[in-house]
C-alpha cells in the first residue's frame, strides 16, 4: 500500500508540475519598453510611469534607500522585494489602456505610484 | 505604529490561516502538534534565512530569483496538499470511523504529516520572510519611532496569530462526522489558489506568455487588498483580475485533486449501526 501511495502522490506532483509546463514557452519574452524607476526616500521617480498598451514592458527598479522595499501592485499583478541599495526588474504585461496603481508595501504612506498603460 | 501593526497582522493571518487549516485537518492525530510545531519553526528559520538572501535569490536566473523561489515553494505545497488530500480519500472513512469509536485517541501514526509539516513551514517561510525585511527595515532606519513601529510589529504578530487560533477554534466546530470532508474540500480549494499564485509569479517573470489577459475585474466590488479580498486569497486563490492562465490552472488542480481522490480504493467502511453498536457496548 505504501508504495502504491508513494506513486499516486508522485503521479500527482508530476501531473501538476507537467500541467504548469505546458504553459512555460521554451523563451521568455523579450519586452520592448525598458524604464527606469528609483526609489528613494520611500518614493517612487518617476511615480508616474507611461507605457505602451498591448505591449509588454520592463521597470528596472533601483532601490537607493538603505532598506528593503517590496514593490507591490494587485492591479498589475506584481510582488517583488527590491533589497536595500539594491536594483530588481519587474515585468509589465501588455495592458489594456488605463491607470494601474502600485506602491511600495514597507511605505504605503510614500510609496505610491500609477502605471498609465496608452 | 498601527501602520506596522495591520502590515504584519496581514501577514501573519495568511500564514496562520493555512496552519490553522493543517491543524484542523489532523485533528486527533498524535504527535501532529509536534509535526506542525516542526513546520512553523523551520518556517520561522527559512523566513529568516530567506529575508537574509533576498537579494541574492532575487539576482538568480536573470533576476527573476525571486519569482521562481515564490513558484517553486508554492508548487511545493500544492504537491504536499494533493498527496494529503489522496491519502485521506482511501484512509479517511476508516480514521473517521475510529474517533467516533474511540474518542479522540486515534491512532493514526501513518498518516502522512510530514507533508502537512512542509506546507506549515512552506506559508510561514513565504509570509514570514517579508515580515522579517520589513521589520528589519524598521530597526535599521533607527530613530525615535522605531520602537513604536517596533511595537506594532510583535502586536500584529499577536493580533495575527490570535485570529488565527479563533479560525482554527471555529473550524473545530464543525462535527468530526463532516470535518474530514470539510478540510479535505478546503485542502484542494487551498491547493488550487497556490497553484494559480505560482503561475502568477511564473507570469510575473516572464516564463509563462500565453492567456496572460485578465478574465474578469471584480475589483470594484471585492478589492484583493482588502481584508476579506485577502482572506479569500489565501483560502480559496480569489483574485479580482485573475489572468486565463491562472483560471486555466486553478481548474486543472482541481480536477487533478479530485480525480485522483475518487480514484482511490475506498477503505473498508464499518456501517454506522455496527459502529453506534460497538459504541454502546460495554
Not at chain 2, 97 to 119: I, K, N, T
Request: aromatic share 6%; proline share 4%; with cysteine.
Amino acid at each position: 500500500m505504501a508504495v502504491l501511495h508513494g506513486k499516486l502522490m508522485r503521479g500527482a506532483v508530476g501531473c501538476i508540475v507537467i500541467a504548469g509546463a505546458c504553459f512555460c514557452s521554451a523563451q521568455r519574452a523579450q519586452a520592448q519598453t525598458a524604464i527606469d524607476v528609483t526609489i528613494k526616500d520611500h518614493r517612487f521617480t518617476p511615480s508616474e510611469i507611461h507605457v505602451p498598451a498591448g505591449k509588454p514592458a520592463v521597470l528596472n527598479i533601483k532601490n537607493e534607500d538603505a532598506t528593503a522595499e517590496e514593490f507591490d501592485s494587485s492591479a498589475l499583478k506584481i510582488e517583488k522585494v527590491i533589497g536595500g541599495g539594491k536594483e530588481g526588474s519587474v515585468r509589465l504585461r501588455p495592458l489594456d489602456p488605463g491607470n494601474y496603481p502600485f506602491m511600495g508595501e514597507y511605505h504605503e504612506d510614500t510609496a505610491k505610484g500609477v502605471v498609465i498603460a496608452e | 505604529m498601527l501602520a506596522t501593526l495591520l502590515i504584519v497582522f496581514r501577514e501573519v493571518i495568511e500564514a496562520g490561516l493555512i496552519v490553522g487549516i493543517m491543524l484542523a485537518a489532523t485533528r486527533g492525530v498524535p504527535r501532529r502538534g509536534l509535526w506542525v510545531s516542526y513546520g512553523v519553526v523551520g518556517g520561522v528559520a527559512g523566513a529568516c534565512l530567506v529575508a537574509a538572501f533576498a537579494s541574492e535569490i532575487g539576482e538568480l536566473f536573470e533576476g527573476s530569483g525571486q519569482e521562481l523561489f515564490n513558484a517553486g515553494i508554492l508548487l511545493l505545497a500544492v504537491g504536499m496538499l494533493t498527496w494529503h488530500n489522496v491519502w485521506m480519500a482511501s484512509h479517511g472513512r476508516v480514521i473517521a470511523q475510529e474517533m467516533r469509536q474511540v474518542g479522540a485517541a486515534v491512532v493514526a501514526g501513518r498518516r502522512p504529516l510530514a507533508a502537512l509539516s512542509v506546507v506549515c513551514g512552506v506559508a510561514v517561510l513565504r509570509e514570514g520572510s517579508e515580515v522579517v525585511l520589513f521589520l528589519y527595515g524598521i530597526a535599521a532606519s533607527g530613530g525615535t519611532s522605531a520602537l513604536g513601529m517596533m511595537a506594532g510589529g510583535v502586536l500584529g504578530v499577536l493580533a495575527g496569530a490570535a485570529v488565527s487560533a479563533l479560525i482554527y477554534l471555529g473550524l473545530l466546530g464543525i462535527p468530526a462526522r463532516y470535518l474530514f470532508s470539510a478540510t479535505s474540500g478546503l485542502i484542494t480549494l487551498l491547493a488550487a489558489g497556490l497553484a494559480a499564485q505560482a503561475v502568477a509569479f511564473l507570469q510575473q517573470a516572464g516564463y509563462v506568455n500565453v492567456l496572460t489577459v485578465s478574465v474578469w475585474d471584480t475589483s470594484w466590488l471585492l478589492p484583493e487588498d482588502s481584508v476579506i479580498g485577502r482572506l479569500l486569497h489565501t483560502l480559496i486563490g480569489y483574485s479580482d483580475r485573475p489572468s486565463g492562465a491562472q483560471l486555466v490552472v486553478y481548474g486543472l488542480t482541481l480536477a487533478i485533486i479530485v480525480g485522483l481522490m475518487n480514484l482511490q480504493p475506498r477503505a473498508r467502511v464499518v456501517s454506522p449501526e455496527a459502529a453506534a453498536e460497538m459504541t454502546s457496548s460495554p
